[in-house]
């Protein structure tokens, strides 16, 4: 059973609209990630959270912004959509947010923006 | 600013060959490093991972790995490669204090019979 989920499994988006990615974890962890994997880029980090806070936000765009309403939630929304914003976004975990611990990831959200 | 590279994006290897991938970091002192495998249309799975110490890891289904740093880098390698080893491997960096985890470009590996 995956203990990360993610939803949905693909998207297909309009250029200007906005989405929302979902992901929950079941690992009891604190600390959740945002990577993108994209064609062009290999998988690029993109925001970290610990015990529901802001960590680091390595994402030059607002248009993208987390989102954690429960602890096991870390939720993605992606406003005014760009054909750009095409990837795959793989939400993670790690017990603690420490730099040593093993990261756990979600089987991705694979977006294509039209 | 730290970054990782591997080399070779796509590597084709026989069943039962030995396998090894190139990576190669920079930074400043010793870093965390990992190795991470990614199966067809599934999320990233953890290797092996080094802390300072022993300079040979040893992780998962018979992957080891080698920390080297006078050469700044962190092979991987396997003595006997399987048709489930087709995949594509990702090297990554974690600084001390740190949270982000960077990645390298990732190799394929292609297993023939």
């Known amino acids: 059973d995956p203990k990360i989920i993610q939803k949905p499994k693909y998207l297909v988006a309009v250029t200007g609209s906005e989405k929302i990615l979902i992901c929950e974890q079941y690992l009891g962890h604190n600390a959740m990630y945002w990577y993108r994997q994209s064609a062009k880029k290999p998988l690029e980090f993109m925001f970290s959270y610990s015990y529901q806070k802001l960590m680091d936000n390595q994402t030059a765009s607002s248009r993208f912004q987390p989102q954690s309403s429960k602890k096991n939630h870390l939720d993605l929304q992606i406003t005014a959509l760009k054909p750009d914003d095409s990837a795959t976004y793989f939400c993670a975990s790690s017990q603690d947010g420490l730099s040593n611990e093993r990261l756990f990831f979600g089987h991705g959200t694979k977006l294509s923006v039209l | 600013a730290q970054s990782v590279t591997q080399p070779d994006a796509r590597v084709t290897v026989s069943e039962g060959a030995s396998l090894q991938l190139r990576c190669k970091y920079s930074?400043?002192?010793?870093?965390?490093l990992f190795w991470y495998v990614q199966y067809p249309r599934q999320g990233l799975q953890l290797l092996l991972k080094y802390y300072p110490g022993d300079p040979v890891v040893q992780g998962v289904n018979g992957f080891e790995a080698e920390f080297s740093k006078s050469n700044s880098s962190f092979h991987l390698r396997k003595a006997s490669v399987h048709w489930s080893d087709w995949a594509v491997y990702f090297c990554?960096?974690?600084?001390?204090?740190?949270?982000?985890?960077?990645f390298g470009t990732g190799t394929t590996v292609s297993v023939s019979p």
């Open positions: 930074y400043f002192g010793t870093p965390y």
């Open positions: 990554a960096v974690s600084l001390r204090g740190g949270r982000a985890l960077i």
